[in-house]
């Protein structure tokens, strides 16, 4: 035990469930295996990346087993034994010492909580006195709705030789510095909070337990070495360009990660109800992890041919299984996006594409040509003189009543739908020729008034609905998958 150390980087491993969200060993033993291949220093499976609540103490022991067994000593694993109640707690620790779990992290009680530090001192001291294994003190108020006073942390680590860690996954740097200042030479302090990775390493802590480790890994790994070696500058670029990504992941738990593992070939599933695609992540939010893993180089581009009339245009396309390697039938496309609906800034684009002389070119001329009062279509361009490919018209969804309106719809909007557009092209999403024409409508609530909101969010919505346009999504299937949880459920279909 007193050989334990609690460094590095370590995934909190999702759970892959099946379609009937029974646990899939085969695709956990597999992904066991991939993730200790980039170079990860520790696992830790039934955290709450690992929908550990949702799950009976039965099926997490059998996690556990598996974990334990497939890592077959290649790196500590940590087995999350957390529950409601002490005893409940002391019995799963008890397993996971018994199957061989290096330590054990445990997170204060939820749900049925102590009312203040005693209560929670009482637990831990319970726990160690009944099992002899290295023991993770887990704060996450987010989760259990109350901190693990710093005063209760420093006493336990004082009393038990069996405390060796502490995983703080509250985001907060206040606190974290005052573990730190308290504990942070008696034991191994890591961050649990995927955007505040650099900070908390740069204060001294020991390493990271993240849900995104999952999914990134090796970009947490750089990051680690650099700071080590005092390469600072690197190190601060390095998590800049994961802090969106890390930003979605935090706000959507286990969903997060199981999409960006799906979307690179593991079969992870989805995450158990009631956590559900369409709520928790939103359908924007879902293509968002996509586009973030594009950028990293995650998704590898592939040969993709756009069927055009004239003739045939092939690009190289970030792509996954649900993108077709040919895209044809350009008579008319449609795509739709939602972002951002709980604002004022909310967008929402229907989007329309066909070839120029199909019906959605007869409808952009007509546009054009006879617009309607307060709802006049806009030539979508990028700088004076200077319009997009494929040609795009702009139109209004709510009338635009006065300059403030217009300001707003054609200002900032428009000019977030042709960047849109020109990235589009650039990512290899959309042809760049004059063959195909695209009719947006684009929806500015009446009483927006952030500017750079409203060109962020019509930018994403723009982006979705073109994609979601030329890969023909979501397709029948997709909807039928999803008819409970949809944005617009079919719930009549059988």
């Known amino acids: 035990m007193s050989g334990f150390k609690l460094e590095g980087v370590l995934p909190a491993i999702v759970t892959p469930f099946d379609k009937h969200e029974e646990f899939n060993e085969e695709a956990f033993r597999t992904l066991i295996d991939w993730l200790i291949e980039q170079g990860i220093t520790g696992i830790v499976p039934c955290g709450t990346t690992g929908e550990f609540s949702l799950m009976t103490q039965p099926e997490r022991a059998k996690v556990i087993e598996a974990c334990v067994d497939q890592v077959n000593g290649r790196i500590p694993v940590i087995a999350g034994t957390g529950d409601t109640a002490t005893k409940l707690v002391i019995n799963a620790t008890k397993h996971a010492l018994d199957v061989g779990a290096d330590a054990a992290i445990i997170v204060n009680p939820y749900y049925m909580k102590p009312k203040g530090g005693k209560g929670i001192y009482d637990h831990y001291i319970n726990i160690a006195s009944a099992v002899d294994i290295p023991m993770i003190i887990y704060n996450i108020p987010v989760a259990t709705n109350q901190y693990i006073p710093w005063q209760v942390v420093e006493d336990l680590v004082d009393e038990l030789d069996t405390v060796k860690g502490m995983k703080d996954s509250s985001g907060d740097l206040k606190y974290f510095m005052t573990i730190l200042e308290k504990v942070g030479e008696k034991i191994d302090v890591v961050i649990g909070w995927d955007e505040v990775v650099l900070p908390a390493l740069a204060a001294g802590a020991k390493g990271m337990i993240l849900a995104s480790a999952n999914v990134i890994a090796p970009n947490w790994l750089n990051i680690y070495h ?54 928790t992540v939103s359908w924007e939010l879902q293509e968002e992890f996509r586009v973030e893993l594009e950028k990293l180089g995650m998704l590898k581009k592939k040969p993709i041919e756009f069927k055009l009339p004239e003739k045939p245009v092939t690009t190289r396309f970030n792509r996954v299984d649900i993108t077709p390697e040919v895209i044809k039938q350009f008579k008319l496309r449609t795509g739709e996006a939602l972002v ?108 927006a008034s952030r500017r750079k909101r409203v060109y962020i969010n019509n930018y994403k919505a723009m982006r979705h609905a073109i994609r979601k346009a030329v890969e023909g999504r979501p397709s029948f299937d997709e909807l039928k998958k999803n008819k409970d949880n949809a944005r617009h459920p079919l719930r009549e279909s059988q």
């Open 226 to 279: 650099k700071m080590k070696k005092g390469k600072y500058e690197e190190a601060r670029t390095a998590q800049k360009k994961l802090q969106k990504l890390t930003r979605h992941m935090v706000a959507t738990g286990a969903l997060g990660p199981k999409l960006c593992l799906n979307y690179l070939g593991h079969n992870v599933g989805m995450t158990r109800r009631p956590i559900i695609l369409g709520d």
């Open 340 to 447: 951002d609906p709980n604002s004022n800034e909310v967008a929402h684009i229907d989007l329309l594409i066909g070839v120029i002389d199909g019906p959605v070119g007869n409808a952009y001329a007509n546009a054009l040509a006879r617009p309607s009062k307060g709802r006049e279509a806009l030539q979508v361009i990028l700088e004076p003189n200077l319009a997009v490919k494929p040609p795009t018209i702009m139109v209004p969804t709510v009338p635009v009543k006065g300059m403030r309106d217009a300001s707003l719809v054609y200002g900032p909007a428009q000019e977030a739908v042709a960047k849109a557009i020109v990235q589009c092209v650039t990512d290899g999403i959309l042809p760049e020729t004059d063959e195909l024409v695209m009719i947006a409508n684009v929806f500015v609530h009446p009483s």
